[in-house]
């Protein structure tokens, strides 16, 4: 499976971005999608996850109630819709798949394909 992750860039603070998340096959709805970053110093974490039927997400505290994950899978695609974006949201953003269990979703070392990674930049 290969994911290509698109839509970052330079916003303000309090602004919208939407990332998107291909993947290469459409058997992609058979993982769970997750939403990973990593700001310039600091270890990757969790963002926010979303079960294979797209019926379960996750989201981590620091994003609950301004960021969304949702599926399209006729489209092989995943999004994360980021709203009222803050500068300590600045970070690489990475989508990832993983086969592991639902219980594991908050683990990095659960995905075992990453996308390139896209940069998002929140300034003050």
């Known amino acids: 499976v290969q994911l290509q992750a698109s839509g970052g860039g330079l916003v303000q603070a309090g602004d919208s971005l939407r990332l998107s998340c291909s993947a290469s096959?459409?058997?992609?709805?058979?993982?769970?999608m997750g939403w990973f970053r990593q700001a310039p110093g600091k270890e990757r974490e969790f963002v926010a996850c979303m079960r294979r039927n797209g019926g379960s997400t996750d989201h981590d505290d620091s994003v609950k109630g301004r960021f969304t994950i949702s599926r399209d899978n006729a489209k092989n695609t995943v999004y994360l819709q980021m709203n009222s974006l803050k500068p300590e949201d600045t970070a690489v953003y990475f989508c990832?798949?993983?086969?592991?269990?639902?219980?594991?979703?908050?683990?990095?070392?659960?995905?075992?394909?990453w996308g390139q990674g896209t940069l998002v930049t929140v300034s003050s």
């Open positions: 096959v459409r058997t992609y709805n058979n993982y769970v």
């Open positions: 990832a798949a993983s086969r592991s269990i639902w219980g594991m979703r908050r683990a990095d070392t659960a995905y075992i394909y």
